[in-house]
């Protein structure tokens, strides 16, 4: 995902197309900034929105992410693509701000979730996830919400991949134990 | 009553890796036959199973589409485009105060070439009567008048 190197099809073509941009945004063409801007918003704002549990915030995160993408864009090597270069960054800026803010502590009445990932279950899971320490939190969402592979967790997190590992199981044990005691199951 | 058995550290070890790696079939043998003697490790498993399945459902995914806030793109172009200008004028602004620097050098040396003495400082003729703009006159008391008298 981060390394597309080999393409396939229209991946061919969408590789080519934007190796065109991120060229030309390195001579200062706007319209070629907006391109990455469409292509790669919506994505980045869902990876924020699900790691940091909140939309606004997550917008915030995605426009700094752009920000710092394109002004480094000069880092970024030819045969790199720029989405996992962008993804990264996002990832990183949202654990910044993960790493910021203060575990907050909820009171948990016995609640019972709706089926089919309704509000209700949003909320109650935020209150989780809130209870995790970052890097438990950042490692379960990248995995479970997003559904990157360890490798992928590893590099975007900076950590190795026995550590992905490790940090995983524990993510998964702790988020269990506080999924009982917020459902009382 | 659930009771703790032989081989549970293994059956958390691996059905923990079952959602990350294909399991041996030795693997799901133990997995299958320690699940059928021992409730606790059941019910932790679907404990889990229920967990991990709402953080799976309560994943935001693209139905962020279309609420952008509008300015979104705007914002960045901005940003960047006042950054460029900044930088812009980071690179410049050494040339310019070299040449304000150079220009206020040929100023002072303009000002420090003597007045040639042929030249009058002014067409006045020689013995007129010349105050300067700063002196006053004497101003009129009327009270001092007064008590002269
Ligand atoms: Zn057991």
């Known amino acids: ?185 | 009553m659930s009771v703790r058995l032989f081989g549970c550290s293994k059956y958390q070890r691996l059905s923990n890796e079952k959602f990350d790696r294909t399991l041996s079939l030795a693997e799901r043998e133990f997995l299958a036959k320690h699940r059928s003697v021992c409730s606790e490790c059941r019910m932790r498993e679907s404990q889990s199973s229920n967990a991990l399945n709402m953080l799976r459902m309560a994943a935001f995914d693209d139905e962020v589409q279309d609420s952008f806030e509008p300015q979104f793109e705007e914002r960045i172009l901005r940003k960047l485009r006042v950054q460029s200008t900044r930088e812009s004028v980071r690179y410049w602004s050494p040339a310019f105060v070299g040449a304000m620097i150079a220009g206020l050098a040929v100023l002072a040396t303009l000002q420090l070439v003597p007045n040639r003495p042929s030249l009058p400082s002014s067409n006045r003729p020689e013995g007129t009567a010349y105050r300067t703009r700063g002196e006053r006159l004497p101003t009129l008391d009327i009270n001092k008048l007064d008590r002269i008298r």
């Open chain 1, 1 to 185: 995902m981060f390394d597309t190197r080999v393409f396939s099809g229209a991946a061919v073509d969408q590789a080519a197309q934007e190796r065109q941009w991120v060229a030309r945004c390195r001579e200062g063409d706007e319209t070629a900034l907006s391109s990455l801007i469409a292509r790669h918003r919506n994505r980045l704002v869902r990876t924020a929105t699900n790691l940091l549990r909140d939309r606004h915030e997550a917008e915030d995160v995605a426009q700094e992410a752009f920000l710092k993408g394109f002004r480094e864009i000069h880092k970024l090597r030819e045969d790199r693509a720029f989405s996992g270069y962008l993804y990264k960054i996002c990832v990183r800026l949202c654990m910044d701000r993960l790493r910021l803010k203060r575990a907050e502590l909820t009171e948990f009445d016995s609640v019972q979730p709706h089926e089919g990932g309704t509000v209700e279950n949003r909320v109650v899971i935020e209150k989780l996830l809130a209870q995790l320490p970052y890097e438990l939190r950042a490692t379960l969402v990248l995995r479970e919400m997003e559904q990157l592979s360890y490798d992928e967790v590893a590099e975007v997190m900076h950590v190795p991949i026995g550590t992905v590992r490790s940090r995983l199981h524990t993510a998964r044990e702790r988020f269990r134990k506080l999924w009982i005691e917020a459902v009382g199951e």
